[in-house]
């Protein structure tokens, strides 16, 4: 046990397909204990990003205890590879021999030794293959008859295993378990949900009432068996692990896809049951699917099953679903991910086969308001109707939904006669059809620093919490969360396809490597750079930092500019000059790697033009006030330059084309 109030240990436990989004809005929100010893309630995670992020910073400056188990991939790790600084990493493979032995003498304490290594090296040391077969020993007729079972089997180690695990099982009990593969993978099934998949139209297949008590019991032996997991809290739920699963579906499949679909097909028509539940005789559309009371299932997956069940009128029906207004409330008010309906409804209405009317508008609309809707989901029809069109308002329901009182924004006290409520119109909020494409939510203080890829997907910020983060544009997710900085982050920049850096008040300089692969975790420190104070002016905190070449940087300190090349390929930093840039402090630059040309600005409002190759000054711009110039920019070729500071004016420079030679500036060549 680890002791203290800054080393308060908690565990965190992934799959081998790690839905951070889905484990961390449990293991994170509402079970985090803070310094002061007091549980403390956290926003609900936007994505996976933003739940690495938050995980960090859970476990910065303590001492914790992450465990990665049944992580059975290496990008699935990738998700922790920049924890903080001083994390050590245990790897743990398969069982040892001893300890296997004594998992399987757990079941049998008079087991020979002859079968132990028989029964292991069929296991391939697993502990779950080996945990299935110990389990069924009894029901099998013995060690004897396993270790024969195991030989008749085909595949690897687990999928022997499930072969006589299924084998000693009642044939009701393996006919069951066979049809749980219509559930994906990773997935908390509430047992609610299973009574409902079970129950079907009131009866199974075979019909005999399959009651409640009897699917516990059902449970419980394929708990036994090790065939499944099962937790009781948050609410009573089963999983399959990845490997078990996969065995299932592989199974199924030889039954064929009517008989999948029609599993799929069961477990719909059960929910619509539970809307009709005092009119068993009444037909029920997907437009009431939104009065299924949530179980913590159907809400997020029931899009999936109607594809599954219905093929192509399937999809088409997902599409009308979700441009329903209130299966769109009701799904955000039951799972709090915005970002995941986001993303559904991209792959749907969008990315898929073409959809209802309106539905483009539908998904720009949610776009702008995530960030909103991930803290407050009741906010929708608001934001709908502040954002969309009238006449795409109206066709969502969302105005409809206002103007019936179904959604009202109260004011005063809760049930008291004469509630007022407010019922915006439209254009009230940036709308669809504006220059706002998207606004990132997840820095805790103010952002400092912005920079933009040269392809246009990605988005690199710093700030004030000391943080840099890494976003797709594409989707507005949280992609990356670099710590390392112990000050504010001040400048950000991207240095090549692959490489960012980043500078801050503590006199740190870090590059960053970014993985192709773009997965979130994939990220590394590859540099940490540290440039004693300057000599003149004694001042080591950076302000700025852009990249002027393919492997060079200009980072301000004090009133200097350093021009610090990094070579591909290695982790050395070089100066190779030092410009004396202003009288005053540099508080700003912008490069134009291709043109070779840089620009600074100053804290006393001058803006001056470089050329990065000739070390020399080409412009010193006029018309400038002497109050601090805040930020500076630079059109591709050098061509234009914009700059905006204290004087609350904007400023924009034509420059003619850059002479090749300039005024020699004054500096240092660099070591």
């Known amino acids: 046990m680890l002791r203290g109030t800054r080393s308060l240990p908690f565990f965190l436990k992934f799959c081998s397909n790690p839905r951070i989004v889905a484990c961390g809005a449990f293991a994170v929100k509402g079970e985090v204990v803070g310094d002061d010893g007091i549980a403390k309630k956290e926003n609900v995670l936007r994505d ?97 008859a396993v270790v024969a079972a195991l030989g008749r089997a085909k ?11 299924l084998g000693a099982c009642a044939c009701a009990d393996s006919a069951w378990y066979l049809e749980l593969a219509i559930f994906p993978e990773d997935v908390w099934v509430p047992e609610s949900t299973l009574a409902t998949f079970f129950y079907g139209k009131g009866k199974r297949d075979d019909g005999a009432a399959c009651e409640f008590e009897e699917l516990h019991a059902w449970l419980a032996r394929l708990d036994e068996r090790r065939l499944l997991q099962r937790q009781s809290s948050p609410i009573p739920a089963v999983r399959l692990h990845d490997l078990q699963l996969a065995y299932l579906r592989q199974q199924a499949a030889l039954a064929g896809h009517e008989w999948l679909a029609s599993l799929h097909e069961r477990l719909l028509q059960g929910y619509s049951a539970s809307i009709n539940a005092e009119e068993p005789g009444r037909s029920t559309g997907i437009e009431e699917w939104w009065l299924v009371p949530d179980d913590g299932y159907f809400f997020e997956w029931a899009a999936r099953h109607l594809a599954e069940a219905r093929g192509a009128s399937g999809i088409a029906e997902a599409q009308e679903l979700l441009s329903n207004f209130q299966w769109l409330d009701a799904k955000l008010r039951a799972t709090r991910d915005a970002a995941g309906l986001l993303a559904e409804l991209g792959r749907t209405l969008v990315g898929g086969a073409p959809g209802p009317p309106d539905c483009a508008e539908l998904v720009r609309g ?75 939510a997840a820095h805790s203080d103010w952002v400092r620093c912005v920079a933009r890829s040269e392809d246009g997907d990605w988005l690199i910020s710093g700030g004030n919490d000391c943080t840099v983060k890494v976003w797709g544009l594409a989707d507005g997710t949280l992609r990356e969360n670099l710590l390392g900085h112990t000050g504010t982050v001040r400048g950000v920049t991207f240095l090549g396809e692959r490489r960012a850096a980043s500078v801050s008040e503590d006199a740190q300089l870090i590059l960053w490597e970014l993985h192709a692969s773009s997965r979130p975790g994939s990220a590394a420190l590859i540099l940490r750079w540290t440039v004693p104070p300057s000599s003149e002016s004694g001042d080591a905190g950076y302000q700025a930092i852009t990249a002027v070449g393919s492997d060079t940087l200009a980072v301000t300190r004090g009133c200097e500019v350093l021009l610090v090349r990094f070579p591909s390929g290695t982790v050395e930093a070089k100066v190779v000059a030092t410009l004396d840039a202003h009288a005053a402090p540099v508080s700003t630059v912008a490069g134009a790697p291709a043109a070779g040309v840089l620009a600074t600005a100053s804290q006393a409002g001058e803006v001056k033009v470089w050329g990065v190759a000739q070390r020399c000054l080409l412009h010193v711009l006029p018309g400038c006030s002497a109050e601090e110039v805040r930020s500076v920019a630079l059109s591709a070729d050098a061509r234009m330059v914009v700059a905006g500071g204290d004087d609350t004016v904007g400023r924009l420079w034509l420059i003619p084309v850059p002479p090749t030679k300039g005024v020699a500036a004054p500096g240092r060549a660099g070591t």
Request: aromatic share 4%.
């Open 48 to 144: 996976e990003g933003h739940g690495k992020a938050r995980i960090a910073e859970l476990v910065r400056r303590k001492r914790a205890l992450i465990v990665l188990d049944d992580t059975w991939t290496e990008s699935a790790a990738e998700l922790f590879v920049t924890l903080p600084e001083g994390a050590r990493e245990h790897l743990l493979g398969s069982l040892s021999p001893v300890d296997a032995a004594g998992m399987m003498r757990c079941a049998d304490a008079a087991i020979a030794n002859s079968v132990i290594k028989t029964v292991l090296e069929a296991c391939a040391y697993l502990p779950l293959a080996v945990g299935m077969v110990a389990a069924t020993v009894t029901e099998t007729g013995g060690w004897e």
């Open 155 to 165: 595949g690897g180690a687990v999928e022997r295993a499930l072969a006589v695990s």
């Open 366 to 440: 949610m776009a702008l308001s995530a960030h909103v809707l991930g803290e407050e989901p009741a906010q929708l029809p608001f934001q709908l109707c502040g954002r969309l069109p009238p006449a795409a308002a109206a066709a969502t329901d969302a105005l409809s939904a206002l103007e019936r009182g179904t959604m009202l924004m109260p004011f005063g006290k809760a049930g008291g006669a004469g509630r007022l409520g407010l019922v915006p119109r439209s254009g009230l909020l940036a709308p669809v059809s504006g220059p706002l494409q998207q606004t990132l």
